[in-house]
C-alpha cells in the first residue's frame, strides 16, 4: 500500500515543529540569561510584556517569565479566587482568573452574536478562493478560521495569545476536522514573523474590538502585523470603522447617576463624586441601552474614523474640538458612544453596536454594548457638577482626548453659544426605542 501523501499544511505543521524546538531552546536561553540581569523590579504580575508595548492584552496571556513570578502566575489561576473549603470544577481551577471572567463575561455572548458571525462569514466568502492563505490573530475560539477553512482557503494560521484559550481552539478545531487546514499558534501577534506562516497571508481577519472601537488595542496589532508579515494587497476584514458619540437625554439614567432631594431632605452634596470623566459600559449600570428610553440631542459625532489597510497610530491629534448642533431642546445627560465596522463605504455589510441596531440582540449588548460618560457644563473648580440643557439649532463646543494608543476617549464640554446652563427641563418628551419613531429610524440612518 502506497504511504498517505501528506498534505501542504501537514508538511508546514512539520516543518514548523521542529522550527519551533530549536526557537523554543534560543528563547529558553535567552529568557534564562536576561532573569540573571534584569533587575528585580522589571518583572510583574503579568509575567513581563510582549516585545511591542501594547496597551490592551489578551485575557489569560502569560508571558515568558521568571520561575518567581510564575509562581505568582500559579496564586492567580481560578482557584485561588476562593478559600479551600470552596468546590472549584478542575476543568477552570488552574486556567487564569482573568480568562475565566472574561469567557463567562463576553465571550459565549460574542460567539452567540449570529449576526456578528453572519458578518465575517459573508465578508470571507467574498475573498476566500482556493489559492487563498489566511491569517487570524486573537483568535479566541477559532471560529473566524473554521469559517475560512470551511469556505475552501489554502490554508489558515490563527494566533492567540491566551494558553488555555489557544488549546481550546486548537481543540474545536480538531472536534470540526479541521486539523489539515488550520494551525493553531499559542503567542502575541506581536511575535508572530513571516517565518511562522507558508507565505504571506491573502487576508488578515481579526475581531479584536470592545465597547470603544480601539478598546482593545486593535488598530496597535493591525498595524504591526500590516507593516511586518502581510502582502501589500492583504486583504483586511474588517478594513473601516468609526467611532460615534452623541448627546443625549435620559431621566432614567440621570435617576442612578445624581441626586436632588429625598422628603425635603437636600442630598446634592454627594453629587460632588458624580464621575463626568469616565466612559462606562452599560452593562455596568445594569440595563441595555437600547431597553431604557433617551432622545437625541444632536446627530451623531465622528471622533474616529479608521482604514486598517492605512491608518497609523498618530494619525490624529490627542486634542480635538467639535462643534456640535442640538437637533432637539433637551438636557444633556450622558455621551452615547457607539461604533460601527465595514469592508467599504459602498459595502452592504456592516457591524454597528449602535443601540437602536441592537433592540433584537442581547448578546451584542451584553459583549459590547455602549459606554456613556456623564456630561458637566460646570467650570473647573466648581464643588459638584453643572446640568447642560441645550436648545435646537445652537451650537456647543466639546473637547475630544484620546490616550496615545487611541484606547481611551473623552469629550469634555467647553462652552455654547448662549453658554447659558440651568437646571433640567421637567417637561421633555422622552423616545422609547421599541415604538417606531422617526427619532429610532434616524438613528438607524445615522449609523449606516
Given amino acids: 500500500m502506497p504511504p498517505k501523501q501528506l498534505s501542504s499544511m501537514q508538511k508546514f505543521a512539520m516543518q514548523q515543529q521542529e522550527a519551533e524546538k530549536k526557537a523554543a531552546a534560543v528563547a529558553a536561553k535567552r529568557a534564562a540569561v536576561a532573569a540573571q ?72 455572548a460574542m460567539m452567540n452574536d449570529h449576526p456578528r458571525n453572519r458578518f465575517y462569514y459573508e465578508l470571507l466568502k467574498k475573498h476566500v478562493t482556493p489559492e487563498t492563505g489566511v491569517l487570524e490573530i486573537g483568535a479566541g475560539s477559532g471560529l473566524l478560521s473554521m469559517m475560512a477553512a470551511q469556505l475552501g482557503a489554502k490554508w489558515v494560521v490563527a494566533v492567540e495569545g491566551s494558553t488555555e484559550m489557544c488549546r481550546l481552539a486548537q481543540e474545536n478545531v480538531k472536534a470540526n476536522k479541521l486539523q489539515d487546514k488550520i494551525k493553531v499558534m499559542n503567542m502575541l501577534s506581536t511575535d508572530l514573523t513571516p517565518k511562522h506562516l507558508p507565505e504571506r497571508p491573502h487576508i488578515l481577519v481579526s475581531e479584536i474590538f ?17 507593516e511586518r508579515v502581510l502582502r501589500p494587497d492583504t486583504v483586511i ?12 437625554d435620559c431621566p432614567t439614567l440621570d435617576s442612578i447617576c445624581s441626586v436632588t432631594q429625598w422628603n425635603g431632605l437636600d442630598l446634592s452634596r454627594v453629587n460632588s463624586l458624580k464621575d463626568t470623566a469616565s466612559c462606562v459600559f452599560t452593562k455596568k449600570y445594569g440595563f441595555r441601552m437600547s431597553s431604557v428610553p433617551f432622545k437625541r440631542l444632536s446627530e451623531p459625532i465622528k471622533i474616529l474614523d479608521i482604514d486598517f489597510a492605512k491608518t497609523n497610530q498618530g494619525f490624529t491629534q490627542l486634542e480635538r474640538e467639535f462643534r456640535v448642533k442640538a437637533i432637539e431642546d433637551g438636557t444633556a445627560h450622558a455621551i452615547l458612544y457607539y461604533w460601527t465596522a465595514f469592508e467599504s463605504a459602498d459595502g452592504n455589510e456592516i457591524m454597528s453596536t449602535a443601540p437602536w441596531d441592537t433592540i433584537d440582540n442581547f448578546p451584542r449588548d451584553m459583549q459590547w454594548g455602549q459606554a456613556l460618560q456623564l456630561v458637566d457644563a460646570g467650570k473647573e473648580g466648581e464643588s459638584e457638577p453643572t446640568a447642560l440643557v441645550v436648545k435646537r439649532d445652537e451650537e456647543y463646543s466639546f473637547m475630544c482626548c484620546t490616550s496615545e494608543d487611541h484606547v481611551i476617549v473623552q469629550l469634555n464640554f467647553m462652552g455654547g453659544s448662549s453658554d447659558k446652563h440651568a437646571d433640567p427641563l421637567a417637561d421633555l418628551e422622552e423616545v422609547n426605542l421599541d415604538d417606531d419613531d422617526e427619532a429610532v429610524e434616524a438613528g438607524g440612518a445615522d449609523a449606516q
Fill in 237 to 248: 476584514i474588517p478594513q473601516m470603522g468609526i467611532q460615534y458619540a452623541v448627546l443625549i
Fill in 210 to 226: 470592545g465597547t470603544m472601537l480601539l478598546g482593545e488595542s486593535a488598530l496597535d496589532y493591525i498595524q504591526d502585523v500590516r
Fill in 37 to 108: 540581569q534584569a533587575p528585580a523590579s522589571a518583572s510583574s504580575s503579568q509575567g513581563g510584556a510582549p516585545k511591542k508595548n501594547i496597551g490592551f492584552l489578551p485575557p489569560g496571556y502569560v508571558a515568558p517569565t521568571s520561575k518567581a513570578a510564575a509562581a505568582q502566575q500559579r496564586k492567580e489561576s481560578f482557584e485561588y479566587q476562593f478559600d479551600e473549603h470552596f468546590l472549584v470544577p478542575e476543568r477552570i481551577a488552574k486556567a487564569p482568573s482573568a480568562l475565566v471572567e472574561a469567557v463567562n463575561d463576553f465571550h459565549y
